[in-house]
């Protein structure tokens, strides 16, 4: 359908001239311009009523008269055409076009996040040595960087001093926070850890009032209480329950809320290093970092006498590289499509997907691994998840100004 954008407003005389303009000018051609332009206005469905009020006499003005309405005709026919033809229907169709690419990159997440998760499991089952785990995941995402580098699928970033040090912070917690998860993973049932990490959102609110001097609103500190008793009420019925996994779940909460937060500032900050580019460069530099603290850890533990012992574990040599592979492929995948819609999108749209990715990851590992839940359990985990969703809707309200 097509559509115009009008403008009606009165316009002076075009002539002022008592003579006749139109004596140069053939019959023929003044019927068909303004029969023409005529039928380009009625096409319009947008206007109803057209009223051109010409001064209409029988004198010798008569002709000028009839230019002047026939130039209006004409008017409404150039503008009419100097807005494209289905420029609404265009603008809804870039927001559909939009939407569907970004709910795409949302599934798309959850669903690498979900392989991740049951291939990482059952790889710490048989190989419990966290360290050298994520350090390999960060080496596979390094190959992959250097690779899309190498075949210029993605321009090379330049940086200088200044963003270096800015990002290697940013790659120091995003070393630690993923260290930490491995652990907690590595100790407790996969359902427990995304439980545990369900508290992400208190974290948030501390260090914001800590360090940068934010008050939280009244509905914020509220919708942290469910977080908290949830968490709570999950862990005392939890099964698998384990110090260790528990303390390391809550530190990974700090350190990678504190990186989601100064990746934000910084991807709006410096423009010309895009999402694809930052992360790229933090991979490398994690893996940098935790390669030679891996080894002071655990010493080298790819070794055949390793290889077998994961073997008498339940996974042969084939299947532990192949899941240690695609644990890797999909750690380093899944991260830089939350990345990338992290620039995409708002902090708090970010933290609402994040919760429904933490309700489908603890779902399908649950189903997955068949781990035992108790009804308590389930309570706790929902009412800290549904505490989580309350808090991405509180951040939406604005507290109202003081009136001087």
Same mark, same amino acid.
């Given at each position: 359908m097509e559509s115009y954008a009008l403008a009606l407003s009165p316009s002076k005389p075009f002539i002022k001239s008592t003579k006749n303009p139109f004596r140069k000018i053939s019959n023929r051609f003044s019927a068909v311009l303004c029969c023409n332009s005529k039928k380009s206005f009625e096409?319009?469905?947008?206007?109803?009523?057209?009223?051109?009020?010409?001064?209409?006499?029988?004198n010798?003005?008569?002709?000028?008269?009839?230019?002047?309405?026939? !130039?209006?005709? @004409?008017?409404?026919?150039?503008?009419?055409?100097?807005?494209?033809?289905g420029v609404g229907e265009t603008g809804n169709d870039n927001d559909m076009v939009k939407n569907l690419q970004l709910g795409l990159m949302f599934a798309?997440?959850?669903?690498?996040?979900?392989?991740?998760?049951?291939?990482?499991?059952?790889?710490?089952?048989? @190989?419990?040595?966290?360290?050298?785990?994520t350090a390999f995941q960060f080496g596979c995402g390094t190959v992959l960087v250097l690779l899309m580098w190498t075949l210029n699928l993605h321009?090379?970033?330049k940086i200088d001093k200044?963003?270096?040090?800015?990002?290697?912070?940013?790659?120091?917690g995003h070393t630690i926070g993923n260290f930490l998860t491995n652990i907690s993973l590595?100790?407790?049932?996969?359902?427990?850890?995304?439980?545990?990490?369900?508290?992400?959102?208190?974290?948030?609110?501390?260090l914001s009032t800590l360090f940068l001097g934010e008050r939280p609103s009244l509905w914020v500190?509220?919708?942290?209480?469910?977080?908290?008793?949830?968490?709570?009420?999950?862990?005392?019925?939890?099964? !698998?329950f384990n110090w260790i996994g528990f303390g390391s779940a809550m530190a990974s909460n700090l350190t990678n809320q504190s990186r989601n937060v100064f990746s934000k500032k910084f991807m709006v900050k410096e423009e010309a290093l895009d999402n694809i580019n930052l992360f790229s460069i933090i991979t490398i530099i994690s893996f940098l970092l935790l390669m030679p603290a891996a080894i002071l850890m655990d010493g080298v533990k790819f070794s055949p006498s390793y290889l077998r012992y994961a073997a008498s574990q339940g996974l042969n040599v084939k299947e532990f590289c192949g899941r240690s592979l695609l644990a890797g492929f999909c750690f380093h995948t899944y991260q830089q499509v939350s990345y990338m819609i992290l620039q995409m999108v708002s902090p708090?749209?970010?933290?609402?997907?994040?919760?429904?990715?933490?309700?489908?990851?603890?779902? !399908?590992?649950?189903?997955?691994?068949?781990?035992?839940?108790?009804?308590?359990? !389930?309570?706790?985990?929902?009412?800290?998840?549904?505490?989580?969703?309350?808090?991405?809707?509180?951040?939406?309200?604005?507290?109202?100004?003081?009136?001087?």
């Open positions: 096409k319009s469905s947008h206007i109803r009523v057209l009223s051109l009020r010409p001064t209409w006499s029988f010798k003005k008569y002709s000028a008269s009839l230019f002047e309405a026939r !130039s209006t005709w @004409f008017e409404f026919k150039v503008k009419s055409d100097a807005v494209p033809a798309i997440w959850y669903l690498l996040n979900i392989y991740f998760n049951i291939y990482n499991k059952q790889v710490l089952k048989v @190989f419990p040595f966290p360290a050298t785990v321009p090379k970033p200044s963003q270096f040090a800015a990002i290697f912070l940013l790659a120091l590595g100790k407790v049932a996969v359902s427990f850890t995304h439980t545990i990490k369900a508290m992400e959102p208190l974290f948030t609110v501390l500190v509220s919708s942290l209480l469910p977080i908290v008793g949830g968490v709570a009420l999950a862990s005392f019925t939890e099964a !698998s708090v749209t970010h933290a609402v997907g994040n919760c429904v990715k933490r309700v489908v990851v603890i779902v !399908s590992s649950i189903i997955f691994f068949q781990t035992p839940v108790s009804r308590t359990n !389930s309570l706790g985990t929902a009412i800290a998840l549904a505490g989580v969703f309350l808090y991405s809707r509180a951040k939406r309200i604005k507290p109202k100004p003081k009136l001087s």
